[in-house]
T-cell receptor, first 114, second 119 residues
Framework: DQQVKQNSPSLSVQEGRISILNCDYT??????FLWYKKYPAEGPTFLIS?????DKNEDGRFTVFLNKSAKHLSLHIVPSQPGDSAVYFC?????????????FGPGTSLSVIP | GAVVSQHPSWVICKSGTSVKIECRSL??????MFWYRQFPKQSLMLMAT?????????EQGVEKDKFLINHASLTLSTLTVTSAHPEDSSFYIC???????????????FGPGTRLTVL
């Protein structure tokens, strides 16, 4: 039972345009969401996060939006750059509960075309 | 930022041997460490959670006798793959979390990963 879903395995975007990566979750206990970026043969690197008490968090070119009622979040990258090409994992957790660990989605491979 | 290292970065071993992978938090005390496994083109699969000084909690389907985890200090956790077989070949990644970060952000810091190939 996949609790964190990323329904698009891959996404191609032109350089300079907006990249939108989507993520859905099923467990209402999750209260903290994270996005990680991963290059092949490397560990994931933290990108941005959002607490369930917020609906938006912005950090430079990266913005994460959270819609709790829809159990949906999205990562926006504007403008997209070729160096953004990587696999992006959405993750969720609920500290202090039985879900006190990060549950990862299957990832979306982003290709930014120069 | 917090740094987590893994050693070795890659290892090749013969079937039937045991391999130990180390995970270290370099500039913070990791009260909790996590071990993940990633198959090619798949997501990170959590194998186990270890808290310093206590036994690891394994996820369903992970053989605790095959994947031995030790978290003897606040900066070191080890994963030992015992009697390795070719199907154990994978990319193993650890992550670490300190209590302060966990309370504020529940964020984990990941190591660079270890590529294990069992011949």
């Amino acid at each position: 039972d996949q609790q964190v879903k990323q329904n698009s395995p891959s996404l191609s975007v032109q350089e300079g345009r907006i990249s939108i990566l989507n993520c859905d979750y099923t467990n209402s206990m999750f209260d903290y969401f994270l996005w990680y970026k991963k290059y092949p043969a490397e560990g994931p690197t933290f990108l941005i996060s959002i607490s369930s008490i917020k609906d938006k968090n912005e950090d430079g070119r990266f913005t994460v939006f959270l819609n709790k009622s829809a159990k949906h979040l999205s990562l926006h990258i504007v403008p997209s750059q070729p160096g953004d090409s990587a696999v992006y994992f959405c993750a969720a957790s609920a500290y202090g509960t039985s879900y006190d660990k990060v549950i990862f989605g299957p990832g979306t491979s982003l290709s930014v075309i120069p | 930022g917090a740094v987590v290292s893994q050693h070795p970065s890659w290892v090749i071993c013969k079937s039937g041997t045991s391999v130990k992978i180390e995970c270290r938090s370099l500039d913070f005390q990791a009260t909790t460490m996590f071990w993940y496994r990633q198959f090619p083109k798949q997501s990170l699969m959590l194998m186990a959670t270890s808290n310093e000084g206590s036994k690891a909690t394994y996820e369903q389907g992970v053989e605790k006798d095959k994947f031995l985890i030790n978290h003897a200090s606040l900066t070191l956790s080890t994963l030992t793959v015992t009697s390795a077989h070719p199907e154990d070949s994978s990319f193993y990644i650890c992550s670490a979390r300190d209590l302060e970060t966990a309370i504020k952000y529940n964020e984990q810091f990941f190591g660079p990963g270890t590529r294990l190939t069992v011949l």
